[in-house]
């Protein structure tokens, strides 16, 4: 057994009253003894991605009541849009469940969560005051179920240039490319997964340009693409796709 299953299951034993900050990458968490892990994961089914039962997939949770009943209510939402849009099921936590993510938050935790599925409770940090958005509880999950930030795509040069010379120096890290499953969908600037312009700048000058005459905006999306979803139906196989992200066009607008 791994140190850091121990540590999970102690936490979860423990009903996560201080979480251990992990490394971060960005906002992507890396457990010390999982670091391979953090690879993106999409291409594979080696055991990052959540398991499938019958038609869905199954995700446990379980919601601090550190937040109150109204920030409670934006993590559901956020949560209940891959129930109607994908086959994703965030289902209630009970303790006889081993894997389950746990959104909790913290003073200075930060928004940030784990690349794909790891392994006992799966912590995602939404911090109180500015993480608890619609956006970024999008965001956080999609990163749990296995996605990167769209500016890493394996064909983002074709669509974005990245200026590295304006990025701080630790975290230029975060934009370098990375061989995606891109699962046949197109370079999308209005993903939930794409940073905006000026992130992780250190001089105030833009780290992300768009290529492209008009350049196309991007990283303001105040919810998941069509994109976003037809890449989650596609990773875990749901089935009738096209109901699945007309129904979603259908609300967009209500
Ligand atoms: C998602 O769907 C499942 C099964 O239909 C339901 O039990 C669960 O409460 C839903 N989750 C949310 C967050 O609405
Ligand atoms: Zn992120």
Not at 45 to 58: H, I, L, N, T
Not at 73 to 100: A, D, E, K, L
């Amino acid at each position: 057994m791994t140190s850091t299953f121990l540590y999970l299951l102690f936490f979860s034993v423990m009903d996560v009253c201080l979480v251990k900050m992990p490394v971060l990458h960005g906002d992507i968490a890396v457990a010390d003894t999982t670091y391979k892990n953090a690879e993106p994961c999409t291409a594979t089914e080696k055991g990052c991605k959540w398991p499938k039962e019958g038609r869905y997939v199954y995700v446990p949770y379980y919601i601090s009541p550190d937040y109150t009943q109204e920030e409670q209510n934006i993590i559901i939402r956020g949560m209940r849009s891959f129930n109607q849009t994908t086959c994703i099921r965030f289902i209630p936590w009970n303790p006889s469940v081993r894997n389950y993510i746990s959104f909790f938050t913290q003073p200075n935790s930060g928004c940030w969560s784990y690349l794909g599925r790891q392994k006992g409770v799966q912590h995602i940090s939404l911090e109180r005051g500015g993480c608890v958005r619609y956006s970024t509880v999008q965001h956080e999950i999609l990163h749990a179920l296995g996605f990167n930030h769209e500016q890493v795509r394996s064909d983002r040069d074709r669509y974005v240039r990245i200026l590295f010379n304006n990025i701080k120096r630790k975290q230029q890290y975060n934009f370098q490319k990375k061989r995606t499953n891109n699962l046949e969908t197109p370079y999308d600037f209005s993903s939930v997964m794409h940073y905006n312009k000026y992130a992780f700048s250190k001089n105030g000058l833009p780290t992300i340009e768009a290529k492209g005459d008009p350049a196309p905006a991007f990283g303001n999306a105040r919810q998941m693409s069509t994109n976003d979803i037809i890449r989650v139906n596609k990773l875990y196989r749901c089935s009738k796709l096209k109901t699945y992200s007309t129904f979603y066009l259908l609300c967009e607008y209500v």
